[in-house]
């Protein structure tokens, strides 16, 4: 009952070779959760893929919340990393549990 409701991979113009995942978490449940790992894959421009980052809970969040993911909550990811030689055009995200 966890969804990926939005996201979006952009070029960081303040910062050359830096990109910046956003996301947004949605527990649907009427109970609190775990938060999910994520997996983000970077493609080319035929979708194919070029790298893939497992990025946990602790990677996206700036704490990590006693309770867990609230029930019927978002949570927002704002995660920059460096990928300036993966030359990706595109990218897929998944959430999962381990």
Do not use: C, K, W
């Not at 035929?46 to 919340?65: F, G, K, M, S, W």
């Amino acid at each position: 009952m966890v969804s990926i409701e939005h996201s979006d991979l952009q070029a960081d113009p303040a910062r050359p070779g830096v990109m910046v995942l956003t996301a947004t978490l949605r527990n649907r449940a009427p109970f609190p959760q775990d938060f999910p790992a994520l997996e983000l894959t970077l493609t080319n421009r035929l979708d194919q893929p070029l790298a893939r980052r497992v990025i946990e809970p602790r990677d996206y969040l700036a704490r990590l919340a006693p309770e867990g993911f609230g029930a019927s909550s978002e949570s927002q990811v704002r995660l920059p990393m460096n990928a300036a030689s993966v030359g990706a055009s595109g990218y897929r995200l998944y959430l999962f549990y381990p």
